[in-house]
């Protein structure tokens, strides 16, 4: 539903969480196929999916910064 209105940027909390792991690649693959129109930020406790981001931070201690 968040797509069909075409957002510049789409927030996403949690939104594998508790996902199989072929669901989650499903997911992350259709989001994909959107990246040159919409940015996508999505918040995760799960480092498994840090090989799909263009850019990677970390909150820790209060403090946000860019990891590679």
Do not use: Q, W
Not at 9 to 28: F, M, N, P, R
């Amino acid at each position: 539903r968040a797509l069909v209105k075409k957002p510049k940027l789409l927030i996403l909390d949690e939104a594998t969480s508790g996902l199989e792991e072929k669901v989650e690649d499903a997911i992350i693959h259709m989001l994909k196929e959107f990246s040159d129109e919409i940015c996508v930020l999505l918040i995760t406790h799960n480092k498994s999916l840090k090989k799909h981001a263009d850019r990677f931070y970390e909150l820790s201690d209060k403090t946000l910064k860019e990891t590679v």
